[in-house]
């Protein structure tokens, strides 16, 4: 197992940096302190996950391409947070509501440690995200763990603490891709229930059922078939961009193409599928068409309310998450 970096930068006069975390069987993953981010993840000599070509382009133009997407990953309704007889408010930055955290910790230098042993190599990456950045209370020290072991598996494990109640619901956003384009894509997901959402992406009216609709991935399909079908849903969204609610299976979703293979598992009750619906080979992504990848971005399912409970954190409480990539070759 080994580790490694180089710096490629500077950036609020913090030195930018890209980390190499490489198995004993040949897999590399790549990683970079901006935004705590997976640029690649190479496996038998092939790119799993949507890359720009150069590591300095990723804090040129904001994208979402591997980042740790915080304090939250999602969009909150009109950008408020009703609790007990208070309302904060935070920027709203999509039209009428606030969406990845504002400037989140996605668009931060992060601090980062490489460790490596016969087991494994990680990189802990940490932050302290101040408070009244972005309109959330509490100071919030995150730290996010990137582990690779030597059966393919890619551990992601967020960790966060704040000093006063906040609201917290973060998510990876790596594009995964195996390889092909993401329509191309078998994708198979452990969930009986969706969320429909309006036009801006938020929810409307509670959970439905996944059968007799596009939605439904209890069995592998090919995800260019489903977007394929005439459904109000897609057409609101341009595609997947929706909440999957997960009924506890181990395998929380799993995708495949001809020659690879991706297991997910996640200790979240929710994982928000979305398809690129917005590449149009514009800006820093000019590589990058609608439908090219697709995002499995472990989370609570976000509301249509202010009542934000699920994802309220109160002052010394600890968050996990942790998800685990296992790939594979077919």
Known sequence: MKTSFRKYGRLKGQDLCEITLTNDVGMEVKL????????SLTLAGVNMVLTLPKSEDYHQERNY?????????GRIAKGEWKHGNEVTHLPLNEGENHVHGGLGIDTDVWNFQLQADETSARAVFTIVDYAGHNGFPGNLKVKVT????????????IEALSDQMTIFNPANHTYFTLGKRGADLMMKVAADYYLPVDGAGIPTDGMHPVAGTPFDFRKSRIIG???AEEDEQL????????PFILNGEKIAAKLESHHFGLEFTTDAPAVVIYTGNHFDHSGICRDFGQYDAV???????????HNLQAITLLAGEKFERNCRYHFYQK
């Not at 970079?32 to 640029?39: D, F, I, K, V």
């Not at 591997?66 to 939250?72: A, D, E, F, Y």
Request: aromatic share 10%; charged share 25%; net charge negative.
């Open 146 to 157: 990137y582990r690779l072991d030597s059966q393919n598996n890619l551990d992601y494990k």
């Open 65 to 73: 391409l591997g980042g740790t997407i915080g304090r939250i990953c």
């Open 32 to 39: 970079l302190n901006y935004g705590a981010t997976l640029e």
């Open 235 to 242: 057409k609101l969204r341009n595609g997947f961009d929706h």
């Open 295 to 305: 995002t499995l971005e472990a989370q609570y399912p976000p509301v249509g309310d």
């Open 225 to 227: 078939d489903a977007l």
